[in-house]
Nanobody, 126 residues
């Protein structure tokens, strides 16, 4: 059974950085495209970044482009989200999610990712 475990969240000040990790257990990481999805209270879920299983191509939402970088280490079965220049509006629970779909990861809405971790809280506040 596939299991996704996020870590690395916390409380930071605006302008600071965090790196989130998503450890994948149960199956090889390269079976899956992985997305980081966030949800803030009262807001829709947003897929902020994803990485496609076949070629490692990535996507970042306009709200985070240039600030967040997704990467993966297949040997460690881990996907990372480096978040720089954090803003208060980045405050949310961040989940990693997986799909075995064959299309580019940007083609899947958040609810189309079949597996999801428990989430990690990111709070950006002064």
């Amino acid at each position: 059974q596939l299991q996704l475990v996020e870590s690395g969240g916390g409380l930071v000040q605006p302008g600071e950085s965090l790196r989130l990790s998503c450890a994948v257990y149960g199956f090889p990481l390269d079976y899956y495209s992985i997305a980081w999805i966030r949800q803030a209270p009262g807001k829709e879920r947003e897929a902020v970044s994803c990485i496609t299983k076949n070629d490692g191509s990535t996507y970042s939402a306009g709200s985070v482009k240039g600030r967040f970088t997704i990467s993966r280490d297949n040997a460690k079965s881990t996907v990372y989200l480096q978040m720089n220049s954090l803003k208060p509006e980045d405050t949310a629970v961040y989940y990693c999610a997986a799909t075995t779909g064959r299309h580019h990861c940007s083609g899947y809405a958040p609810h189309e990712y079949n597996w999801r971790g428990q989430g990690t809280q990111v709070t950006v506040s002064s």
